[in-house]
C-alpha cells in the first residue's frame, strides 16, 4: 500500500473536507482519506502510488492540489485561490 501526501488549497471549513474526501473516495485503489483542514494536507492510502488521479479528482472539485514531498515543511502562506468556498464551490453557498 501506498502513503500519498497531498496540499489542498481552497478548504476552510467542514463541508469542503467532505467534498475532498468523498471526491478522493470515489477513484479506485483507495483504502483511507485523513483530510488536515487547518494544515491544507490531505494523506491517501491507496493501492498504488498514482496520484495524477486524485490531483485531477480535486482540481474538477475545486480544489487545486499538489503533491506534498515534504510532509514537514515550512507553512504555507495564506493565499486567495478560486474554488473552496468563496471561489466558486457549491459547499457554502
Given at each position: 500500500?501506498?502513503?500519498?501526501?497531498?496540499?489542498?488549497?481552497?478548504?476552510t471549513?467542514?463541508?469542503c473536507?467532505?467534498?475532498?474526501?468523498?471526491?478522493?473516495?470515489?477513484?479506485?485503489?483507495?483504502?483511507?482519506?485523513h483530510?488536515?483542514?487547518?494544515s491544507?494536507?490531505?494523506?491517501?492510502?491507496?493501492?498504488?502510488?498514482?496520484?495524477?488521479?486524485l490531483?485531477?479528482a480535486?482540481?474538477?472539485?475545486g480544489?487545486?492540489s499538489?503533491?506534498?514531498?515534504?510532509e514537514?515543511?515550512?507553512?504555507?502562506?495564506?493565499?486567495?485561490?478560486?474554488?473552496?468556498?468563496?471561489?466558486?464551490s457549491c459547499?457554502?453557498?
Amino acid at each position: 500500500m501506498a502513503q500519498i501526501n497531498l496540499s489542498v488549497q481552497g478548504m476552510t471549513c467542514g463541508s469542503c473536507v467532505k467534498h475532498v474526501t468523498k471526491a478522493i473516495e470515489a477513484l479506485v485503489g483507495i483504502e483511507s482519506v485523513h483530510v488536515d483542514l487547518q494544515s491544507g494536507r490531505v494523506q491517501v492510502q491507496r493501492t498504488s502510488n498514482q496520484s495524477d488521479d486524485l490531483i485531477h479528482a480535486l482540481d474538477e472539485e475545486g480544489y487545486p492540489s499538489s503533491l506534498d514531498l515534504d510532509e514537514q515543511s515550512t507553512p504555507k502562506l495564506e493565499k486567495k485561490t478560486a474554488g473552496g468556498c468563496g471561489g466558486g464551490s457549491c459547499c457554502c453557498g
